[in-house]
């Protein structure tokens, strides 16, 4: 095993691809020119109508839109809706499926399809089945979809698995895990596990409570933003306009992350005139770690704290609890573990503690970069411990952000979709249910392909989502699938895993409504924990045979369950969905009655402007960070037998500039001169420093296969580091998790890069 390098001699800030067609800053006219060639364009009108909807935007868990309109975020603020919106929108306004295309292709040729050619074969718009010995997808009448269903779900309930994924409605994931565990089945794997579990699971442990606990009028207040681990100028462009603000009246914004995101250094939004025109700074500190390492970076801008004597010991003393122990921990780190470990030098760390320090209020935000670790619990407390240290939690303008991913996902873990049901909700949900729940503990994402692999699983229901493309080791989620007997889709559009993912009997694809076309009313959750009513809508898609996800659910639950205890058909209405909601979820007692109110609100309980939390002291609870060991294979442990030029990287993987997840809008990044999926972004210096060159084709190998004739693109990425798209790159390794929480490490795989010519 080799220590990851330490690069003290190699450039910090390296240099872009000579590809003179990047832009120069993130945003900008370019998303001016997405929005308009297509609001003008022949589905313009459709566009522009759902855009106006009434309805919570599809894409990101920021939320805009709802009863305010479709472009107003929940401080009534105007012209909030991003580009990411309409891409969102235009593949869902695609025509239907043929009704006779099946006819004419086979699995086999449907399993060719790229990612983004298989979204643009249009909507899903009638039900079909794959039968075990057939090679091509057949229409389904809906009763032999119920009955085959029905028999499904007869079996043991440890047997039955559910996976789901975050833009399906509060109601429609209430009614999911009502259904599963009615069954007595606690299967029920979600995204989120692959995503913020860490987040969930780490604050929780702390605070009491496992969401953000800062709104977006609390956001406004700060001085100073802390943003690790996340390409928000991508995903969720719309924070930036916060971050513009931000440095406009003076406050700072500290940047953690090993690649230097164009957006994050210089954004142009569109909703501010001078911005557009000349690009807004983001950054006032830009550091680039090594993957995998920022538990160290924190520790260390906590040691600088204590050095500088910046830390807050009144309020620890009455807010905290162990915080002895974390200030040992701390003093006993040597500087040169942190600096060694995170590959940031001293000074540059004390520059952040400093920043922090001056803010009268800091924010601590975070994504990807910090969950998908195999530390990644441990990332989220190194974050917390230096909120804490500094008095930056519960009071306004302070407190720790976990910026969501999907549009819902947060809804689905607070409707009980969750591995980790809170003892309330449990409790609640068996009076409703009037008999205990099952003890047996739940499958998460990994447990549940875990399972499957080995043959536990018979019946799996996936509202939503790509189980197939979002996990690693493809070949072995393939195999997994496999072996369920059954498995049920709820889709909108068509995406690999309808394809890849298939049972060993039998798999159905359902055709569903999404939220802008239901005929009920729906709600959602946004990351801020604010909770959007939806209207009801119509679909574009005349003569298909679709279905509302809650009118399946509630049907299917009603074959398998009966009527009592509790009356399915009747929560056809969404109305009495919310009812059940508003007397089992904590928080969401405004919902039995915003049918009638359309008032949109916070849920009580999360966000925090007193440093008071629902933990059993009332205090926070700080957790001992260690150091990660940071290691990284030697080339002779990929098996290749000779090569003449490679090296070993830490591979992170993540979206391009024109994707949701597993869906490829585009196939180019132009803000990292990634022309297509096929390149791998590394450093000038790693590259030739064993001879390699940027355009030059290699193999990438991981600990499961390889990627051939992938392209080098030099980027301003940490040397000794790399980065790919996903889903192409799940294919090529499996990812170990952290334990606490089964989130793969997907943002630090080990891989040789290398060519034989
Ligand atoms: N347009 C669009 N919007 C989206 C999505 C989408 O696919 N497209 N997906 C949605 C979902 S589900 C999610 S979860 C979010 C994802 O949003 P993000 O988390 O922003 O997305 P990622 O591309 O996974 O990675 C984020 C950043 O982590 C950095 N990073 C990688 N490793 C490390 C590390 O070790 N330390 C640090 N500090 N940084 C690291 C990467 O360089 C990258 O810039 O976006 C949501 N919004
Ligand atoms: N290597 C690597 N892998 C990753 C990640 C990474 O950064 N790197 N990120 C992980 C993360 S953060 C996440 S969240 C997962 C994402 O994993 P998933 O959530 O499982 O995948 P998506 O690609 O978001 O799912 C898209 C599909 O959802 C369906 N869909 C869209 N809207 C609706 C709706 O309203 N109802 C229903 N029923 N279906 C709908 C459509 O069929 C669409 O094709 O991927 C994870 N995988
Ligand atoms: S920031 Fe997110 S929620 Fe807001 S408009 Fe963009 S994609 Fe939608
Ligand atoms: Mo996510």
Redesign the pocket.
Known sequence: MNEDKQQQTQPTTPSDSQNENIPEVGGGFPVLQYWAEHTLSPEGFKLWKTLLHKSACL???WGTGGQKGGFTDEEGEKLQRCM?SV?AISAEIQPPIGTNFFDQQSIEQLQQLTSLEADRLGRWSFPVILASGNTHYQKISWDEIYQLAETAFKTKPERVASYSSGRSSNEAAFLLQLMMRALGSNNLAD?SDL??APSTFGLKQIFGSGTSMVSLKSLKDTDCVVL?????A???PRLMNELIKIRNKGGKVIV????K?KGLVKFASPAFIKSLLTGSEIASLYLQ?I????VALFVGIQKSLIEQSQIDQAFLQNYTENWPEILDHIRSTSWSAITQTCGISQPEIEAAAQMIASAPKVVFAW????T??QNGVDNVSSIANTALLTGNVGRFGTGLMP????SN?QGFGSMGVTVRLKKEIQQSLEKLLDCPLSRVPGYDTNALIEAADAGQVDTLICLGGNLYGANPHSHKVKRALGKIKTIIYLATKPNLGHFHGLAQQQTIVIPVLNRFENPHKTTVESGNNFVRLNDEGQTHLKNADLIAEVDFLTELAHRIHGEDPINWRKLQDTKYIRQLIAQTIPGFEKLADIDETKEEFTIGGRIFNQPQFPTDSGKAKMFVTPLPQLTLPQPEEFGVANYSRGLVLAL?T??SYA???TVVYQVNDKYRGMSHRHCILMNRWDAENVGLQEHQRVTVRGNASQLDNIEIIYGAIRPGSA?MFYPEVNVIFNAPVDSRCGTPAF??VPVLVYTNS
Do not use: F, T, W
């Not at 953690?256 to 690649?259: A, F, L």
């Not at 910026?403 to 999907?406: K, N, P, T």
């Open positions: 894409s990101c868990a990411k891409e995204c995503c913020h690790a681990g996340s390409n928000a991508y995903n969720h953690i992350n090993p690649v995101e770690p993957p995998g390492s920022d994504a990807m970069g910090i998908q670790q910026v969501r991913g999907h996902v992170m993540g979206r994707q949701h997840n980065l943002k630090r």
